[in-house]
């Protein structure tokens, strides 16, 4: 049934209102990450927040209705961009080596992308719920799983050359997860080169035979202004 003027008026204003309140979310979820990252959960505060994003405590309410539930959707957002890179859909039909080298990409684009809040799930587990817990439990064990699924299939095919698989699995989620320690954003690398250069050392670790590892172009080395 075709709608009338009135319902596509109102459906269109509901559209830009869902629209603003997701920026507005987003632009709290921004602020608080860095403050979670350079503060730390105990020493960061509602009202430091608020004092950040010059706004009141009521309008922070309206969007989350207390810090950890802020912390806990920075945390579950970054693990989840993370954790679900190797996950591919049974009707791939493309190799294991294919596979990896696209997962592990999108792996490292995460972990650059996220780098802050994708910290947080260890450097402040206490301040996590158990449910939160158990859940990021479930996502890394289902990240090792297909990681280590990938790398058996792409050493049976010849495509890749290593040792012990739990060991070069546990190896490459280890490179990623002390980003925090080194990476600074606005350095001389841009992140789509960094992440091109993390896939690369990902895939040294898993013995690449393939000779596929990408190179960055000297143009995308240069950070546009």
């Given amino acids: 049934m075709k ?52 706004v009141t405590k009521p309008f922070l309410y309206y969007y989350f209705h207390n810090k950890s539930e802020i912390f806990e959707t920075l945390c579950w957002r970054a693990s989840c961009a993370c954790l679900t890179a190797l996950h591919f859909d049974d009707s791939d039909r493309r190799s294991a080596a294919e596979k990896l080298r696209e997962g592990l990409h999108r792996f490292a684009a995460a972990n650059v992308d996220y780098f802050k809040s994708g910290t947080f799930a260890y450097r402040e587990a206490n301040a996590l719920s158990p449910a939160l817990v158990k859940k ?17 299939a792409g050493r ?58 990408k190179r960055p172009s000297p143009r995308s080395r240069t950070r546009s202004t």
Avoid: C, H
């Fill in 3 to 54: 709608k009338s003027l009135a319902q596509r008026t109102q459906d269109t204003r509901q559209e830009l209102a869902d629209d603003l309140r997701d920026r507005k979310r987003e632009r709290i979820l921004e602020v608080a990450e860095d403050l979670f990252f350079r503060q730390g959960y105990a020493g960061t505060t509602i009202a430091d927040i608020v004092a950040a994003l010059g």
């Fill in 136 to 152: 990021l439990r479930a996502l890394a064990r289902r990240f090792y799983d297909d990681l280590r699924s990938l790398l058996d």
């Fill in 156 to 213: 049976k095919s010849g495509d890749f050359e290593f040792d012990d698989t739990k060991l070069t699995a546990l190896a490459i989620g280890s490179v990623a997860g002390f980003m925090y320690t080194w990476y600074k954003p606005g350095g001389d690398m841009p992140p789509d080169v960094m992440a091109e250069e993390l896939t690369n050392i990902l895939l040294k670790i898993a013995g690449d035979k393939t000779g596929a590892r």
